[in-house]
């Protein structure tokens, strides 16, 4: 899957790869430091993990028969998701948090350009996967609802968006691109329990490591499959 995504035989390959490999050291970096105090480095690691994504998807505009708005949505979508993670990075201002969460609300968005016209029927593991999106929203949303108070309304619109993504995705036949959306969901699960339920141990890890593997497994599929 890695080499259908950052293998093209254009001359642009080494870039590819070394921007891959820079997002995977900015990860682990930041997984080492996550529960340590806010910090420049902290913030910074958080932030670049996504970010040096975002030339990827442009570097395969000149591919003939590319779809240029996939391509840019595509990018679109790392960016502001790399948006959110920094805003969810830092501390200190109550504001920071709806922040994050307006940011990766538009990139959900436009994953969901991405995804919309490659939608199909689904049939078997995907319509498992499908309700295994659905119990997961509706279970952890209607679990969460006491606590939510002001954040309800924003909570509601986000947790819809997410998870039209992730039934988009698994409406795609390639099974690691509805798995990473499945991730991506529990993440931002896990994230929402721990700020309005209860503490989550090792909350860090748990949401970095199926965030960052989630949002992996999309780029990978996305950009291998528009090339």
């Known amino acids: 899957m890695l080499d259908q995504a950052l293998t093209f035989g254009d001359g642009l390959d080494t870039l590819r790869w070394a921007l891959a490999a820079l997002s995977l050291l900015a990860s682990l970096a930041y997984l080492a430091i996550v529960d340590r105090s806010p910090s420049l480095w902290r913030t910074g690691f958080k932030t670049a993990s996504i970010a040096l994504w975002v030339p990827l998807p442009l570097l395969g505009l000149h591919v003939e028969g590319a779809s240029t708005l996939a391509l840019v949505a ?14 969810l990075a830092l501390k200190g201002d109550a504001r920071n948090f709806p922040r994050g969460l307006a940011s990766f609300l538009v990139a959900h968005i436009f994953y969901l350009i991405v995804l919309a016209p490659l939608v199909s029927a ?25 606590k939510l108070g002001a954040f309800r309304a924003p909570v509601i619109l986000y947790m819809a968006v997410i998870s039209l993504m992730a039934v988009a995705a698994f409406s795609v036949p ?13 993440s931002d699960v896990v ?9 989550v141990p090792r909350r860090g890890h748990v949401v970095w490591i199926t965030y960052y593997g989630g949002q992996a497994l ?10």
């Open 74 to 87: 595509l990018a679109a979508a790392f960016l502001f998701s790399s948006l959110g993670d920094y805003f």
């Open 122 to 146: 689904s049939a078997g593991w995907q319509l498992w996967g499908i309700a295994a999106v659905a119990i997961l929203a509706i279970a952890s949303l209607a679990w969460l609802w006491p």
């Open 174 to 186: 390639l099974p690691w691109l509805g798995i990473g959306a499945l991730f991506f969901v529990f």
């Open 191 to 199: 994230i929402a329990v721990d700020k309005f339920r209860m503490p």
């Open 218 to 227: 999309i780029a990978a599929s996305l950009i291998g499959l528009l090339r």
